[in-house]
T-cell receptor
């Protein structure tokens, strides 16, 4: 069974631009969660989608948004990029309950110049 | 606060020795705990999990211990190998519709295995 796939692997953007990241979950998984990983803040929860609906959201500004499609694939968008948005963005998929393991992709490394 | 912390940022062990990585959590409402391993350039990889109704769970060469009295979690790796070198994260989840997909991660412990 294929794992979680994230594209692109690397991105370089400049301040003020916007970016869209893509995630394909494991087949049969309906929940997709997004995390931001930085050396200073560690892994932080952004949001979670299930059946095309955002169910939970972390403490990030509205510049961070996402969506999920009917095939469970998900995208996240960051608008008006700031230098501090440079991070590894990780996507994880699961069946969609609490207290279950999440399966992570390899992430998209975003650098904002 | 709501955080899952680790005691040591770096742990160095000799190949073949046992490793113990510790984690403290602050919220007694947490009822699910999970350990991940992250190698350079990769996403976190599931190692083992444990629910709050258990004290111990064993996997292949790994054991997780949960002490709810002192809110402490540990990961034991037997016969540590060079391939075990990575950053290890503990994470917690809590039951409830507001917590789906939402793991709270600790800061991570870097395990270095010396040949």
């Amino acid at each position: 069974k294929a794992g979680v796939t994230q594209t692109p692997r690397y991105l370089i953007k400049t301040r003020g631009q916007q970016v869209t990241l893509s995630c394909s979950p494991i087949s049969g998984h309906r929940s997709v969660s997004w995390y931001q990983q930085t050396p200073g803040q560690g892994l932080q929860f952004l949001f979670e989608y299930f059946s095309e609906t955002q169910r939970n959201k972390g403490n990030f500004p509205g510049r961070f948004s996402g969506r999920q499609f009917s095939n469970s694939r998900s995208e996240m968008n960051v608008s008006t990029l700031e230098l501090g948005d440079s991070a590894l963005y990780l996507c994880a998929s699961s069946l969609g309950s609490t207290n279950e393991k999440l399966f992570f992709g390899s992430g998209t490394q975003l650098s904002v110049l | 606060g709501e955080s899952v912390g680790l005691h040591l940022p770096t742990l160095s062990v000799q190949e073949g020795d046992n490793s113990i990585i510790n984690c403290a959590y602050s919220n007694s409402a947490s009822d699910y705990f999970i350990w991940y391993k992250q190698e350079s350039g990769k996403g976190p990889q599931f190692i083992i999990d444990i629910r709050s109704n258990m004290d111990k769970r064993q996997g292949q060469r790994v054991t997780v211990l949960l002490n709810k009295t002192v809110k402490h979690l540990s990961l034991q790796i037997a016969a540590t190998q060079p391939g075990d070198s990575a950053v290890y994260f503990c994470a917690e989840n809590r039951s409830g519709s507001g917590n789906t997909g939402k793991l709270i991660f600790g800061q991570g412990t870097t395990l270095q295995v010396k040949p």
